[in-house]
């Protein structure tokens, strides 16, 4: 089992930035890494997503203001959040799909990010 670890989230700004960070409590094999959020009364949905080749996905309302990657010497994984807006006020979890039998999927335990002036 592996527990996720997120920070980094808070109050911000319109125009302003925050650098969400997930961190694995033990080393893992990464088949694929996503971050999701979910507003209050919306669904869960999928903002960003990195495979080991380090190709990356966006949701288009957030391309070219997110940055989704990962930080070895932390051993950690990142979501850099550039311009927020209003609307990108949610709750915003990890997820990690570990390369192992069956794929086991993990998740954060969320973290808060709201962008209010």
């Known amino acids: 089992q592996v527990r996720l670890v997120e920070s980094g989230g808070g109050l911000a700004q319109p125009g302003g930035s925050l650098r969400l960070s997930c961190a694995p409590s033990?080393?893992?094999?990464?088949?694929?890494m996503g971050w999701y959020r979910q507003a209050p009364g919306k669904r869960r949905e999928l903002v960003a997503s990195?495979?080991?080749?380090?190709?990356?996905g966006y949701l288009d309302s957030v391309k070219g203001r997110f940055t989704i990657g990962r930080d070895n010497a932390k051993d950690t994984w990142y979501l850099q959040m550039n311009n927020l807006k209003p609307e990108d006020t949610a709750v915003y979890y990890c997820?990690?799909?570990?390369?192992?039998?069956?794929?086991?999927?993990?998740w954060g335990q969320g973290t808060q990010v709201t962008v209010s002036s």
């Open positions: 997820n990690i799909e570990e390369l192992a039998p069956f794929r086991p999927l993990y």
């Open positions: 033990r080393s893992i094999s990464v088949n694929a």
């Open positions: 990195i495979v080991p080749d380090n190709s990356t």
